[in-house]
């Protein structure tokens, strides 16, 4: 098929600028790699020279994941020799999913709120070229953000901007506005035979 579509729509674009058209892109279903998925697509982006914005909503904001150390040494490259593209990492609030100990369900909602507000005014702003949104699912799951907002607000926005939201039980409103979405199906995984996370493969 070498990558040609099925396809060709009547919109009046050409291949250019059918090809250059900015995407939303989901990643949800139960399975792992959803957001291994989504951070592979940054280390593309960085090679591109991209501005990559990543803002991750759930996990503990004591939890420093692989990925984040490894973009940013890749931040750290293009700061220090231009190579690649600038990269900034953005942690919600002190951590919604396994530590919920630390401040109310309300403080938590309130800076999930504060987070979505920053990254609407950056996409109003064009400020990256790509948006990480890590586990951005759950807070429109529990009813912290509206999920129409964010359909509309990802849908109408400026510019050339991909988008990559990761969780499980992703809004239909997304779902529907979405450009590509893959659902992650798990067939096995080690934490049902009772093995626990471990270095390099959970984080």
């Given at each position: 098929m070498q990558g040609k579509p099925l396809t060709v729509p009547d919109?009046?674009?050409?291949t250019k600028q059918r090809r250059n058209r900015p995407l939303v892109i989901v990643h949800t279903g139960p399975g792992k790699g959803k957001s291994t998925a989504a951070f592979g697509l940054a280390l593309r982006g960085w090679n591109q020279g991209w501005d990559i914005g990543v803002f991750q909503f759930v996990k503990s904001a004591k939890w420093r994941i692989g990925e984040q150390t490894a973009l940013e040494a890749l931040a750290a490259v293009h700061a220090e020799t231009g190579q690649g593209g600038p990269i900034e990492w953005h942690k919600m609030g002190s951590g919604w999913s396994w530590?919920?100990?630390?401040?109310?369900?309300?403080?938590?909602?309130?800076?999930?709120?504060?987070?979505?507000?920053?990254?609407?005014?950056?996409?109003?702003?064009?400020?990256?070229?790509?948006?990480?949104?890590?586990?951005?699912?759950?807070?429109?799951?529990?009813g912290w953000i509206d999920p129409v907002d964010?359909?509309?607000?990802?849908?109408?926005?400026?510019?050339?901007?991909?988008?990559?939201?990761?969780?499980?039980?992703?809004?239909?409103?997304?779902?529907?506005?979405?450009?590509?979405?893959?659902?992650?199906?798990?067939?096995?995984?080690?934490?049902?035979?009772?093995?626990?996370?471990?270095?390099?493969?959970?984080?």
């Open positions: 919109d009046g674009l050409t530590s919920r100990k630390e401040g109310s369900d309300e403080d938590h909602a309130v800076a999930a709120q504060e987070g979505w507000a920053e990254i609407k005014r950056r996409l109003a702003d064009e400020q990256h070229t790509l948006y990480v949104l890590d586990e951005f699912t759950y807070p429109m799951k529990w964010v359909a509309e607000t990802l849908r109408d926005r400026p510019g050339t901007q991909h988008v990559i939201i990761t969780g499980r039980d992703c809004a239909p409103e997304v779902l529907e506005i979405a450009d590509l979405v893959t659902e992650m199906t798990k067939i096995k995984h080690p934490f049902d035979a009772g093995q626990k996370g471990q270095k390099g493969i959970e984080w």
